[in-house]
């Protein structure tokens, strides 16, 4: 199990991994799953009422879930234990503990925290039986492809757009678009939403601003990770 | 069977915990070690390191942190707010309580979905917080407390008491008194308190196991139990607002561990009292310095 918390401003999530093992699917027998789900309690904000998920939850989840199943993050075959018998699912819960606007960018933040210290123990079949063994001692760590870090902009008007919006800029924004960059600055994908609009040329603008916050948020998750491991030994 | 939530990223239909093939707890595993201390190198009366923080919820009312051992709540309160007038008029407020537990909070992951331990668990909460309100002060009024816990490592009623109390405080609601909650166990007798989640669960398992041990028929008799009671400590010399225990043991056994509870319960409240006045200090200090400006 393991967790990281991420705060941008006031907005805090908390981030758990937990990893369980299950029979892989026909179409792809030696590939694991990774499960993200974004809970927004209506302890963090008085805009969530008590019940199910409501739309910002489930479209958050949403988009992790597509940025992690392109293959960019984590390659699947890592997960596998016994192909076509057994693999790993990654349930990644983010709980939002205080929500202040720009959820997006601190739950991919806190996902791919937790993913870059998560260790999974090896776990062996005996071919015989078909039991299953774990061994605590022999660990390893889950191999991240790529880093990537969002940046959002809401969109007030066509000439105003603010960057890394908090909850009372996005009451009053009517689109938000999303920059999703890899660490060497490529684009991984971008999501416009809302019924403001917005001109390509604003959106090359964004591109290079998200660019120049990259290193940034780089440099603030390995910092926290090097502390952790430190902390650790 | 599977409930699937077309609201929720389900993943695959089962999955199976690590912790089938190895569990989380130590093999051979005893209640004491054997220099008479607890599995996490506390003696008997001595209770987890506490921490307490009000005012982390930018944008609710009032809200507070609590941290007992690894346990940790979070609690935000909304409020109060006027109840639609189509409801049925009533001249004292309401409250409004709601605990949901994190995915990852135990050892095996928890659906999404509240299941009965959490609903039960609101409504202890609420309880012991309808004792402790001045409802009468707001009328057609409800106040929202909402609790998250982000880890359970035992003791969870206690400090979701506690954070509740402590966030009602931060939010300017009247009172009679805080609420403080703590849990004491009873293990062969031994009264130990602050019981931690493996202590806890080894103590439900308790009665089975020596049955076991002692074979042929014979009843098992030592005590074994797990208390957790919610104090008001001075609002008329002290008034207990919840109480739930479960196990078995004689009437003075009880007695003595609940006036452990007791105790423990004055002890935190010290500590909380101290927090809420630097609370107000550090926010009479700042609007000194903004009304400078």
New interface residues.
Partial sequence: ?N?SQVSIG?TTV?C????????P?LENPTKG?I???V?L??????NFK?G??GEK??ST??FL?NLLDNNEVVNYEDLCIVPNKWVW?L?C?V?C????GNLVDASLLSVLAALLHLSL?L?SMNPDTGS???S?QHIQKLAIKNRPVSTTFGIYSSEIQLLDPS?SDESECGGEVVVVLLENGDVCCTNKTGRRQVSGERIRQFITTAQRRLPVLQRTLQEALDQHAMNST | MSNR?P??????E?????YV??SPYPENNQFLQEDGKRNDKRSPLEIRKVYFGVS?????KGSSYVELGRTKV???V?GPKEIPPSNVFKSSGQVMC?V?V????S?V?RS?VPDRQVKELSMQVKEALEAAIILDEYPKAQI?V???V?EDRGGVLGACVTAASLALCDADITMYDIVVGASTAWYNGQIYLDPSIEEEEYIATAAERQALCKGDGEVATASNGCLTVALMPLYANGQVATMVMSGSMTASQLQDGLDAALETCRKIYAIIKQVLLNRVKESDESSKAEQSE
């Fill in positions: 199990m967790t006031n908390v758990g991994v937990k990893a369980e093992m299950c029979r699917s799953f499960v993200p789900n809970e309690y209506s302890c963090c904000s008085p008590a199910p998920p939850a489930i989840s949403q879930s699912c349930y819960d709980v503990l205080d929500f202040d123990p776990v299953l063994t774990l605590a909850a | 939530d609201r929720r990223n389900c993943g695959p089962k999955t199976t915990p690590i093939l190895k982390n919820i930018s944008q609710a979070v609690c935000g909304y709601e949901k994190a995915p990852f909070s050892f992951r999404p929202d909402f609790l998250t982000v």
